[in-house]
């Protein structure tokens, strides 16, 4: 079975996303699909590399930028005492100040700031993880220990604020709150954790309540997640043992699906292709699951197993052109799957790591390009190597048309440096940030 993107898909798709064609105002961009679509991109990479537009240091974290109305915002933690030891086997305690920095997009000035007190208790302890979402004006940020704040992106103004673990009982993860907000209409979706609260909708006008649902012993870090099966919206919450889909307005149960990745790790969004549904996790954990016209399980297609399938970590994995694509968290190599069986079409380090063996978590987010009612097997890679790559992604093979650093990779793990943050395009640049700095790129085919 082969399953092919259409030129009248991808029309329609643009068609739904020329109003913020240039904007990239949350995670994974304007339809979280990460799908890049705007034109007159260069064509690769030359050898002398891309023209830097700006450089702006800023703190640490792993959250990405989001970027709309000629804004880049970003937050960051000024740490003021203690140390991130990086070991995931065991908290840091580390005091400081979480900051929500809003930046011009042309040349990078600081427009404005937002800084609270927060003193972090969790494992990989070196900043925010939730990338902001921006809607209508306002932004949506989520810090690593549950502070939930709703500003003006004019000004940083603050509209409304909550903390998770107070307003909802909710609790720390582990590894610290990383649910990138998910707005829908009126409603602003968060993972709070809180007993019969693990997931609330609230007005994202006013931060008032308007349903909550789900309880878990663990909550995980999946971002909430809208598919559409025939018309109908779900609302996907992937925690800790199970995959559930919610009414996105009632935030009643219509099914749930056991699947428990290792050690509580429920990171990847969900991926919806026509009405199939891949869920992958550490630990080999991964369910191709068949959706009926209703948009119900029908049948579980294949399951994670050795040498076969994608178990994605810190990067979710893209549908495209009749594959899978994504970074494995267990071996570390980019891979590309077949969506019918799981069976591997081809592996590599050299997308990832840069390396030739396996490494724990190497990662690389990936962002197809498609523009408007073309299409294209052109992809951009992050890798943690701080490198921008530029490469043909087919079931055949891959081939790296261009590649450059723009970032060093300024954290540790696994005796290796690596950056591990989400990056944006818009208005022909790409937008990423390590520990020390966010770097706007010019992508532009015309210098």
Known sequence: MRFQTTLVANLVLGALGTAKADDWPQWLGPNRDGVYREAGIVESIPDEGLPICWRVSIGKGYSGPAVAQDKVVVTDYVVESGTSTNNP?????????????????STGEMLWKHEYPCSYNMSFANGP???PTIQDGLVYVLGAEGNLTCLSLADGQVVWSKQLNIDFDGETPFWGHAAHPLVRGDLLYVLTGGMDHLVVALDRNTGEEIWHALSSEEMGYCPPTIISVDGREQLLIWHATSLNSLDPDTGSLNWTYPLAPR????????????????????????AMIELDASGQPARTLWTGKPKMGLYAGNGTP??????????????????????????QFWTTFELTTGGDRRASHGTAFVVSHQPYGQLTNRFFLFAETGELI???LTRESYK???RMRILEPTGTWDNRNIVWSHPAFSQQKIF????QEIVCVDLSATK
């Open 89 to 105: 086997g065991g908290k840091d305690e580390i005091s400081g100040r979480e900051r929500i920095l809003c930046l011009d997009v």
């Open 129 to 131: 993880r939730a990338t």
């Open 263 to 286: 050690y509580g790790m429920a990171i990847a969004a969900p991926r919806l292709f026509g009405r199939l549904l891949y869920v992958c996790g550490i630990g080999e954990t991964a």
């Open 318 to 343: 893209l549908f495209a052109d009749g594959m899978i694509l994504g970074a494995d968290c267990g071996v570390g190599f980019f891979a590309a799957i077949d969506p019918a069986d799981g069976r």
């Open 390 to 392: 530029d490469a043909e």
């Open 400 to 402: 790296v048309r261009g």
């Open 432 to 435: 990423a940030r390590n520990d």
